[in-house]
């Protein structure tokens, strides 16, 4: 089966590229992907939804010299293939010259590659009973941790698995299969002045033994939603705020998507002009590696066909490198660090983008907080890429005496990006890379906390 | 309802199409869903096309297109749905879905019965989709635009211009006999400016959009040239922002956009899906105070090409005006099919999804905070200190506790009564009927928003409009930095 659809993927793709050249691209890349899809929820140990299809789809991007089209569909008929051929020709004419356009350097794409561990057999095993019953455990083990838990948004299990192929006229032909299985679980329980409380826990890897156990979740849910009971406001303040991994990895995430090429040729980054400085503290240290196996963002090569390579974007609190593809580089003058988007739209993507784990565990963080803040959730959109001003609502815990005193809510944190990164005193040791963006546990010496 | 001959490629499944998918065809597939039990099915069929044009360094540096077309088939037993989809429009792929779908149901089959052809009223009539107007055309507004902001300020630095366009054919066919069609259009445009100064850099936005033509451009204030210059000045006035304050402190949203105070503080917690479940705030509160009186918050489906409305949901449901908050008292919920049933009460139009991939859930559509009796300029005047909130990033709410925050994408202190300085991008934080019920001054300014906004939920995204007046808040949480007193 997984043979014929690669295969399938193959034939579609090459047939694709030799029409466009014929039909008069200069040159053109073509993806596709298909892919096999099951989800399930359940609520009060009643299934809610079950959900299972397959995907497939085709992505174009056409060269007329230096003018770039991109067309993408999913109707594979042949009127739907003309359609994707004929939309991508006719839109490179709309398009206006761009000097940068192009495809790379044939010398520098990826030749051969090591097999990354991206795809378990086992996920695609799961049928939906088997699903169901996963998401079942995970919720009763919420619903049993304690009688405070009194409802339940749900469980959640979900798998997936699909193939990737891309072909350039450059010379590139590649492809790889991945799968990713998740679980979440999301109890509720009552608290004062008719407010309820949830907090959601969940696991997710690309091999299904390597999830964590459907009760761990449920139970690790339950607790964080019992903890939030009593949640009240702080007033105003200055004070240490310590990040637990599922916080901190947005604040990652946000300074990432500063340290690409694109956000630095649109002059949107307050990292503009900060190449070779310092920019955070000596702690931190952010690592983009495609090449981790197992790793949920990992990648053989890049969306230009290139090889894959690690790169340490800032090093020691040194900003060291831009996340590049072969358009961002030609921009800034500079080379491709392997790190194309997977689209056929230019730009960087992420592969496993995460701030390196430190020496101190998450306990040692916390005892050694007198006073603070420690962020267990954060929401909200408001961070300036341009400015590096940062602002988000937050909930979590008051920390007194180096042990968490009562549950917070309803407050904001601020601090510029700028002084934040700076501002990284502690930073744990508990990685745990569940999403392509991932950190441990930090501390920031000081944020304003804005509440009653 | 059919649409005028523009050109535009009609979907496979459509009367004439290589898929046609008729009533009689409809029935007999739902047949086949419900051949193992189950209370209810239907099926949604899609077929999108999308196209944007995107400006960048004074050139338009990228073109793309595309399809996106598939059929979901949904069985309900009780309340649990099972859901299959298929981009294969062939009749085997067709009756597959249908039966793994149909794994849920347990027991005898039940037949669907005989689906006829439904009309519904029609809010969005466009003569000529712009997606079939020739690309030249659209290549000179957004070459027009960049003109316009470069002219506008001489310390623009960087300027990026995009249409967003697509056209969703829908057909909608369930097991209780209904079958529809619709045809939804919508335009998106979006400019955004970097201005640089003395080493300080800023940047502002605006755009605007709708289930409209090319003719929204050519509305008073609509233009490319007027969303360039607006962008503009909102990044020159926010050059000079200083640290806004931290802490509690009476709050006036300008109208309009605000209305995502509403979405967030007030809509979400009323989609039935949260309430039937029991986990919204404000479940189980209806004929309750949440707000202040002054208070009167409906969702409008039916507003004339905007970018929330919809002639049909997809469930094939009409939505209409639901009013949630009548002068304080939570009167209602916003329904689709299921939530409805739940409830004992006819669905309210508001079951939609993002494509053909997943199910339908309760969502907002237009969701506006009623017109008040006060003077905007009073409401300004009567704030001692306070922030002024003028134009905003998005929002986001905790459905459980209610507790929700908005960011500012462009505000201003307000002291003695008048608006001073700009401060930095801040959010505000609250709690949904806590800062309702704080609202002590309304405008009599009701406006709804310019077509730019997108909601999420459970990782569906849909287009929505919202609405307000000038809103005074007497006590809202600010998240600046700058702790006062200190």
């Known amino acids: ?452 | 309802m059919s649409l005028p001959s523009t050109g535009l490629p009609r979907a496979p499944f459509a009367p004439g199409g290589a898929f046609e998918l008729d009533p009689e065809r409809a029935r007999k597939l739902l047949d086949v869903a419900l051949a193992h039990g189950g209370d209810a099915a239907d099926l949604f069929a899609e077929y999108t096309i999308g196209a944007s044009l995107v400006l960048e360094e004074g050139i338009v540096k990228s073109a793309s297109r595309g399809v996106s077309v598939g059929v979901g088939i949904r069985v309900q037993r009780g309340f649990a749905a099972g859901y299959a989809f298929t981009e294969d429009l062939e009749w085997e792929a067709l009756v597959h879905a249908a039966r793994t779908a149909a794994q849920i149901a347990r027991g005898e089959a039940r037949g669907a019965v005989a689906v006829s052809e439904r009309t519904h009223p029609e809010r969005y009539r466009v003569e000529v989709p712009s997606i079939v107007v020739p690309g030249p055309a659209k290549r000179d507004l957004l070459l027009e635009a960049d003109r316009a902001a470069r002219a506008a300020d001489s310390r623009v630095q960087r300027v990026e211009a995009s249409l967003n366009e697509s056209v969703r054919e829908l057909l909608i066919a369930t097991s209780d006999g209904r079958f529809v069609r619709d045809v939804q259009p919508m335009l998106r445009f979006g400019l955004r400016a970097i201005v640089e100064a003395d080493g300080r850099r800023q940047s502002g936005s605006s755009g605007g959009g709708g289930r409209s033509g090319m003719e929204y451009f050519a509305q008073p204030g609509k233009g490319a040239g007027d969303h360039a210059r607006e962008a503009v000045r909102v990044a020159v006035a926010m050059l000079d922002a200083r640290e806004a304050p931290a802490g509690e402190m009476e709050v006036v949203l300008g109208p309009g956009d605000a209305g995502i105070l509403l979405h967030e503080a007030v809509g979400h917690g009323l989609e039935a899906d949260f309430n039937r479940k029991g986990v919204s705030n404000y479940s189980g509160r209806i004929g309750k105070p949440v707000a202040s009186e002054l208070c009167t918050v409906v969702d409008r489906g039916d507003i004339d090409h905007g970018r929330g409305s919809i002639n049909v949901d997809d469930e094939g449901n009409v939505p209409g005006s639901t009013t949630l908050i009548e002068g304080g008292t939570l009167r209602g919920y916003l329904h689709d099919a299921l939530s409805a049933q739940h409830f004992g009460l006819a669905p309210t139009g508001n079951g939609r999804r993002e494509s053909f991939r997943s199910a339908p859930m309760p969502r907002m559509t237009n969701t506006l905070l009623l017109a008040g009796p006060h003077d905007p300029e009073e409401i300004l005047r009567s704030v001692k200190r306070g922030i002024f909130a003028r134009r905003f990033g998005g929002g986001q709410v905790d459905i459980a506790s209610g507790d929700f925050v908005f960011s500012l994408s462009e505000a201003y202190l307000i002291e003695d009564g008048k608006i001073t300085a700009p401060v930095k991008d801040v959010n505000l934080v609250g709690n949904g009927p806590d800062a309702l019920s704080k609202v002590t001054m309304l405008g009599t300014d009701l406006e709804i928003s310019d077509g730019i906004w997108t909601c999420g939920k459970e990782g569906q995204s849909v287009p929505v409009g919202v609405g307000c007046p000038t809103i005074k808040i007497s006590s809202m949480t600010v998240g600046g930095t700058a702790v006062h007193g200190r």
């Open chain 1, 1 to 452: 089966m997984a043979t014929t659809q690669e295969e399938l993927l193959r034939e579609r793709a090459d047939a694709v590229l030799r029409r466009l050249l014929q039909g008069g691209a200069t040159d053109a890349k073509v993806i596709a992907r298909a892919g096999r899809d099951l989800s399930v929820r359940v609520r009060l140990d009643e299934v809610e939804l079950v959900e299972e299809a397959g995907t497939f789809s085709l992505a174009v991007r056409a060269f007329k010299g230096r003018r770039a089209a991109t067309s993408s569909t999913n109707d594979l008929t042949p009127s739907g293939l003309a359609r994707l051929v004929d939309d991508a020709l006719e839109l490179c004419d709309l398009a206006q010259e761009d000097p940068f356009a192009g495809l790379p350097d044939p010398d520098d794409l990826a030749k051969r590659w090591e097999d990354l561990e991206l795809h378990d057999a086992a996920c695609d095993g799961v049928d939906a009973a088997e699903a169901v019953q996963r998401a079942r455990r995970a919720e009763s083990a919420a619903r049993d941790y304690d009688p405070r838990i009194n409802n339940s948004e749900g469980a959640a299990f979900g798998r997936t698995s699909g193939a990737y192929y891309m072909a350039t006229s450059g010379g590139f032909r590649g492809g790889y299969r991945g799968s990713y299985a998740s679980i979440s679980v999301s109890p509720v329980a009552s608290d004062e002045g008719g407010k309820n409380r949830t907090a959601s826990y969940w696991s997710a890897r690309r091999a299904l033994a390597k999830l964590e156990s459907e009760e761990a979740v449920g139970i690790e849910a339950a607790r964080r939603t019992i903890a939030l009971l009593g949640s009240k406001r702080v007033p105003t303040t200055t004070a240490p705020v310590v990040f637990d991994p599922d916080a901190a990895r947005s604040l990652v995430s946000a300074f990432a998507g500063c340290a690409t090429g694109d956000a630095v040729y649109r002059r949107s980054s307050f990292l503009l002009d900060r190449m070779g400085e310092r920019v955070a503290s000596g702690l931190v240290t952010l690592v983009d590696d495609p090449l981790i196996p197992g790793g949920p963002g990992s990648r053989p090569f890049d969306g230009d066909g290139l090889p894959a390579r690690r790169n340490v974007v800032v090093e020691n609190g040194t900003l060291k490198t831009w996340l590049l593809d072969t358009y961002g580089a030609r921009k800034l003058g500079l080379r491709s660090t392997g790190s194309a988007g997977g689209g056929v739209g230019t730009g960087a993507g992420l592969s496993n983008f995460y701030l390196a784990p430190g020496t101190s565990t998450h306990d040692e963080i916390l005892r050694s907080t007198k006073r603070g803040l420690y962020v267990t959730g954060m929401m909200g959109f408001g961070f300036n890429a341009v400015t590096g001003d940062f602002s988000r609502g937050a909930v979590g815990y008051w920390i007194e005496d180096g042990a968490l005193a009562f549950p917070v809510a309803e407050v904001t944190i601020s601090l510029n990006f700028k002084e934040l990164f700076a501002a990284i005193d502690a930073v744990g040791n508990d990685l745990d890379l569940k999403g392509s963006v991932a950190s441990p546990t930090i501390r920031v010496a000081e944020m304003t906390i804005a509440g009653s």
